[in-house]
């Protein structure tokens, strides 16, 4: 089923997730994930930020620690994120964004060489199979020594294979849950599966790689200010009962992050 | 019967729900205090908590929370709009209060037990739902240091918060909330409260559960917050609704909310 109407989103089941967060180390313009680390909250931070496999990636899910569960909808049911509401109480214009985080590669090394295989699908998070919502990062695990420059391959949001980002200086050192975004091949939108790794320039530092889905973004222009978003405003992105949905901020600093958001299914 | 349908809403029996402050308390710019004990409507409620062994689920009987209409009404009832404004730059954040325990000295240590459940005001059961909040009652002397054992979503025992120095002294009526335990998604109940470092000051903890929140830009200009905005967050006959005023400055100002509940009976 698909939620088509007032009257289906009116009745649709409701969940809703009061994410806090606070301590946590941010700087710039990068995104940093809030799902561990140093920093504290609701729900609990994770111990565990690398990754499980470097050979093949996982598909992270909401069981892991860091992250809301999310109850199984309904037989048939879809679900949409419905409601967002956005505060940072101490700190102006940090950004936010609501990403769900589809498939996670590492931890690798600064000079890490490795071909993947056997990558699990992310499919089944892909709303009506358009790869083209994805983006590729590099998650920093540990703080680097130099500038990391990456290469990854991939096979592209169509499914074509041998594609590749060439050799991008990221222009910054690998920080602990350090977001840095990877532009793809020109001409391409989005991917379907991560098919090799290279780290090169750095002299030390580890990090994650990252395929995420964004599902919202906003900004707190003054400290205390916020932004609060209804279904129509958001656009009704699809979440699933399996969803990894983290908070990435990015700012001078953290403040207190407070991010409640609602998803409807139905 | 649940609201279904946009012709349920509007044929749905709505109520009215007030908060309307008097009187203003001092605040830390930018961080959460109670409008619990303040004059207005509905009346001031007494601050300090009755119970720091037990806790105790607060109501819509309780003194300083909105009586919530119908009496006995065991249909779903969601909140549909919110009309706001207040007489500082501020948030308003409005709670339903599920368990309150308190007062507590600056140096207590106390295990609770028999606390009763507040299962029944969680939607689904659903414990990550369950905010734990720290509230000043008297201003401390001396950094709170406040650190809780709760037992978590799952039924764990032995779970605790994490950050305990806040690195401050709280005012009187000052709230802060409380981190879980690494890998932790929610509180089914507290099961120990311990403070240190301060030399004077008492306080409450509480649970509680986020209803809707709302921004004040401009002083004294009316706010609306549609049914779409305020996600028809789901009321219950007994929740004891409360506001929390985060304001831009140091005082919390005189909020108003009006609220509508729709239930279809």
């Given at each position: 089923?698909?939620?088509?109407?007032?009257?289906?989103?009116i009745?649709?089941?409701r969940?809703?997730?009061?994410?806090?967060?606070?301590?946590?180390?941010?700087?710039?313009?990068?995104?940093?994930?809030t799902?561990?680390?140093q920093?504290?909250?609701?729900p609990?931070?994770?111990?565990?930020?690398?990754?499980?496999?470097?050979?093949?990636?996982?598909?992270?899910?909401?069981?892991?620690?860091?992250?809301?569960?999310?109850?199984?909808?309904?037989?048939?049911?879809?679900?949409?994120?419905?409601n967002?509401?956005?505060?940072?109480?101490?700190?102006?214009?940090?950004?936010?964004?609501?990403?769900?985080?589809?498939?996670?590669?590492?931890?690798?090394?600064?000079?890490?060489?490795?071909?993947?295989?056997?990558?699990?699908?992310?499919?089944?998070?892909?709303?009506?199979g358009?790869?083209?919502?994805?983006?590729?990062?590099?998650?920093?695990?540990s703080?680097?020594?130099?500038?990391?420059?990456?290469a990854?391959?991939?096979?592209?949001?169509?499914?074509?294979t041998?594609?590749?980002?060439?050799t991008?200086?990221?222009?910054g050192?690998?920080?602990?849950?350090?977001w840095?975004?990877?532009?793809?091949?020109?001409?391409?939108?989005?991917?379907?599966?991560?098919?090799?790794?290279v780290?090169?320039?750095?002299?030390?530092g580890?990090?994650?790689?990252?395929?995420?889905?964004?599902?919202?973004?906003?900004?707190?222009?003054?400290?205390?200010?916020?932004?609060?978003?209804?279904?129509?405003?958001?656009?009704?992105?699809?979440?699933f009962?399996?969803?990894h949905i983290?908070?990435?901020?990015?700012g001078?600093?953290?403040?207190?992050?407070?991010?409640?958001?609602?998803?409807?299914?139905? | 019967?649940?609201?279904?349908?946009?012709?349920?809403?509007?044929?749905?029996?709505?109520?009215?729900?007030?908060?309307?402050?008097?009187?203003?308390?001092?605040?830390v710019?930018?961080?959460?205090?109670t409008?619990?004990?303040?004059?207005?409507?509905?009346?001031?409620?007494?601050?300090?908590?009755?119970s720091?062994?037990?806790?105790v689920?607060?109501?819509?009987?309780?003194?300083?929370?909105?009586?919530?209409?119908?009496?006995g009404?065991?249909?779903?009832?969601?909140?549909t709009?919110v009309r706001?404004?207040?007489?500082?730059?501020?948030?308003?954040?409005?709670?339903?209060?599920?368990?309150?325990?308190g007062?507590?000295?600056f140096?207590?240590?106390?295990?609770?037990?028999?606390?009763?459940?507040?299962s029944?005001?969680?939607?689904?059961?659903?414990?990550?739902?369950?905010?734990?909040?720290?509230?000043?009652?008297?201003?401390f002397?001396?950094?709170?240091?406040?650190?809780?054992?709760?037992?978590?979503e799952?039924?764990?025992?032995?779970?605790?918060?994490?950050?305990?120095?806040?690195?401050?002294?709280?005012?009187?009526?000052?709230?802060y909330?409380?981190?879980?335990?690494v890998?932790?998604?929610?509180?089914?109940?507290?099961?120990?409260?311990?403070?240190s470092?301060?030399?004077?000051?008492?306080?409450?903890?509480?649970?509680m559960?986020?209803?809707?929140?709302?921004?004040?830009p401009?002083?004294?200009?009316?706010?609306?917050a549609?049914?779409y905005?305020?996600?028809q967050?789901?009321?219950?006959?007994?929740?004891?609704?409360?506001a929390?005023v985060?304001?831009?400055?140091?005082?919390?100002?005189l909020?108003?909310l009006?609220?509508?509940?729709?239930?279809?009976?």
């Amino acid at each position: 089923m698909t939620i088509r109407s007032v009257d289906e989103f009116i009745a649709a089941v409701r969940q809703s997730f009061p994410f806090y967060r606070f301590g946590q180390t941010i700087s710039g313009v990068n995104l940093y994930n809030t799902r561990g680390g140093q920093g504290s909250g609701h729900p609990g931070s994770s111990s565990t930020i690398a990754g499980g496999s470097t050979a093949n990636g996982e598909v992270p899910t909401d069981t892991e620690a860091g992250v809301f569960g999310i109850t199984a909808f309904q037989s048939g049911a879809r679900g949409y994120l419905a409601n967002v509401s956005y505060t940072n109480s101490s700190v102006a214009n940090v950004r936010a964004c609501l990403y769900d985080v589809l498939f996670r590669a590492g931890s690798y090394n600064f000079n890490a060489n490795q071909t993947l295989t056997s990558q699990p699908s992310f499919s089944s998070r892909i709303p009506d199979g358009d790869y083209s919502c994805t983006e590729l990062f590099v998650e920093g695990l540990s703080t680097g020594t130099g500038n990391l420059s990456v290469a990854i391959g991939y096979t592209d949001q169509d499914g074509n294979t041998g594609a590749t980002t060439g050799t991008y200086a990221t222009g910054g050192v690998t920080q602990a849950l350090r977001w840095m975004p990877i532009p793809l091949a020109a001409g391409d939108s989005g991917l379907r599966k991560v098919e090799s790794v290279v780290g090169s320039v750095a002299t030390g530092g580890t990090f994650n790689v990252i395929v995420a889905r964004r599902l919202w973004s906003g900004t707190v222009a003054i400290a205390n200010g916020g932004q609060y978003d209804d279904a129509f405003a958001l656009g009704f992105p699809e979440v699933f009962e399996d969803s990894h949905i983290v908070i990435a901020a990015s700012g001078s600093s953290e403040g207190i992050i407070e991010c409640s958001y609602r998803i409807v299914n139905g | 019967m649940t609201i279904a349908t946009l012709r349920d809403l509007r044929r749905a029996r709505s109520f009215l729900y007030e908060f309307q402050k008097m009187a203003s308390r001092t605040s830390v710019a930018t961080f959460a205090s109670t409008t619990f004990d303040q004059s207005g409507y509905p009346t001031a409620g007494t601050l300090a908590g009755s119970s720091t062994t037990a806790g105790v689920v607060p109501t819509d009987a309780t003194t300083g929370t909105p009586s919530i209409y119908p009496e006995g009404n065991a249909d779903p009832m969601y909140l549909t709009d919110v009309r706001y404004t207040s007489t500082v730059i501020s948030r308003v954040i409005l709670f339903d209060m599920l368990w309150k325990a308190g007062a507590y000295a600056f140096n207590a240590n106390t295990a609770l037990s028999a606390q009763p459940s507040y299962s029944g005001r969680l939607p689904n059961t659903d414990y990550a739902l369950a905010e734990m909040w720290f509230e000043a009652v008297t201003a401390f002397t001396g950094n709170a240091n406040v650190l809780l054992t709760y037992t978590n979503e799952g039924g764990t025992t032995g779970r605790n918060t994490t950050s305990g120095n806040v690195g401050y002294a709280p005012i009187a009526g000052r709230m802060y909330r409380f981190a879980l335990q690494v890998g932790d998604k929610g509180v089914q109940k507290i099961d120990n409260v311990s403070s240190s470092i301060a030399t004077a000051g008492t306080f409450n903890v509480l649970v509680m559960r986020r209803i809707w929140q709302g921004r004040v830009p401009v002083v004294n200009l009316p706010y609306l917050a549609d049914f779409y905005r305020t996600g028809q967050e789901r009321i219950f006959g007994d929740s004891a609704l409360i506001a929390v005023v985060s304001a831009d400055s140091t005082a919390t100002g005189l909020p108003q909310l009006n609220m509508r509940g729709a239930t279809d009976v």
